[in-house]
């Protein structure tokens, strides 16, 4: 199911499933931001279509990352559209051209679920443009600004449009659901809590007024004033209850680290619909302690 929703005269989000939001912008040229999972392609382009548009009509297609939520439909897209030109950070790029290990760490990841998610298609290096910050994609009356920003992934990067003053996130800032709080995204396997939080403060220093979240839809940051600092303190503790947790007893597997996890953090058990999300940020913060040598 898809749902389209008018966010100001140029651009538009497309909620897949009500989980993942694709943005798109229409200038002189037409772009897309995001791209979901591979199954969810036709669901996608029925968007597109609702727009009175098909994967022809899409001129960019801007990844923050190379996740699978987030980059998985690129290669369908770029097979229904040889002349797509697809941006995304140079260290992701190479994951677009020859997907193996991405597709084996969501296999690793999503375990027997994976046929819920699908396989990537391979991408042509003709296809790819590699950005970062100091980088600006023109669209017309539209300059999207890239900027770096490492931490959930270290090869994510955010789009400023200046025009709208939003940001177009990924998962730099975690996950904003309606009616739900803000929630940390920190999965294996390049999570770094301490370039995440610098991320953050490189946002927040753009002043957006909106974050046009992938997860999920546009959050007026108006009334929001603790916004970032609020993200930053919640990085800082899960972080450390996970340490606590794994100090206390060292021979606790990762499925008992995250039961822990949740008695240490008691509000986290009313989002039940967020626990995969929850134990694929515990794993990841675990990776980073032990990568970080505090483990």
């Known amino acids: 199911m898809v749902k389209i929703e008018d966010v100001d005269s140029r651009i538009q989000a497309l909620i897949l499933n009500n989980i993942r939001t694709c943005w798109l912008i229409r200038d002189e040229k037409t772009i897309l931001i995001e791209s979901g999972f591979p199954v969810e392609t036709p669901t996608l382009v029925s968007g597109l279509e609702k727009l009175s548009l098909t994967p022809k009509?899409?001129?960019?297609?801007?990844?923050?990352?190379?996740?699978?939520?987030?980059?998985?439909?690129?290669?369908?897209?770029?097979?229904?559209?040889?002349?797509?030109?697809?941006?995304?950070?140079?260290?992701?790029?190479?994951?677009?051209?020859?997907?193996?290990?991405?597709?084996?760490?969501?296999?690793?990841?999503?375990?027997?679920?994976?046929?819920?998610?699908?396989?990537?298609?391979?991408?042509?290096?003709?296809?790819?443009?590699?950005?970062?910050?100091?980088?600006?994609?023109?669209?017309?009356?539209?300059?999207?600004?890239?900027?770096?920003?490492?931490?959930?992934?270290?090869?994510?990067?955010?789009?400023?449009?200046?025009?709208?003053?939003?940001?177009?996130?990924?998962?730099?800032?975690?996950?904003?659901?309606?009616?739900?709080?803000?929630?940390?995204?920190?999965?294996?396997?390049?999570?770094?809590?301490?370039?995440?939080?610098?991320?953050?403060?490189?946002?927040?220093?753009?002043k957006p007024k909106r974050i046009n979240f992938t997860h999920c839809g546009a959050y007026d940051l108006d009334g929001d004033d603790d916004f970032y600092e609020n993200l930053k303190a919640k990085h800082d503790r899960w972080n450390r209850c996970i340490l606590e947790i794994v100090k206390e007893d060292r021979q606790l597997n990762s499925d008992e680290v995250f039961k822990k996890f949740l008695e240490k953090i008691p509000e986290l058990k009313n989002y039940p619909g967020q626990f995969f999300s929850f134990n694929l940020s515990v794993n990841g913060i675990l990776l980073y302690l032990k990568k970080s040598g505090r483990l």
């Open 57 to 206: 009509d899409i001129d960019f297609l801007a990844l923050t990352h190379v996740h699978i939520d987030h980059a998985g439909g690129a290669g369908n897209l770029a097979q229904a559209n040889p002349h797509l030109k697809i941006f995304v950070h140079a260290m992701g790029a190479k994951h677009l051209i020859n997907p193996v290990k991405l597709i084996d760490s969501v296999k690793r990841a999503y375990g027997k679920n994976f046929s819920a998610v699908g396989a990537m298609e391979a991408i042509s290096s003709e296809m790819i443009r590699p950005v970062t910050t100091g980088d600006t994609i023109d669209l017309g009356n539209t300059q999207l600004e890239v900027y770096y920003t490492p931490g959930h992934a270290k090869h994510h990067v955010v789009y400023f449009d200046r025009t709208s003053e939003s940001i177009f996130s990924g998962d730099a800032l975690g996950s904003k659901y309606k009616n739900l709080p803000n929630f940390v995204l920190s999965p294996p396997a390049d999570y770094n809590k301490e370039l995440a939080k610098k991320s953050i403060d490189l946002i927040k220093d753009l």
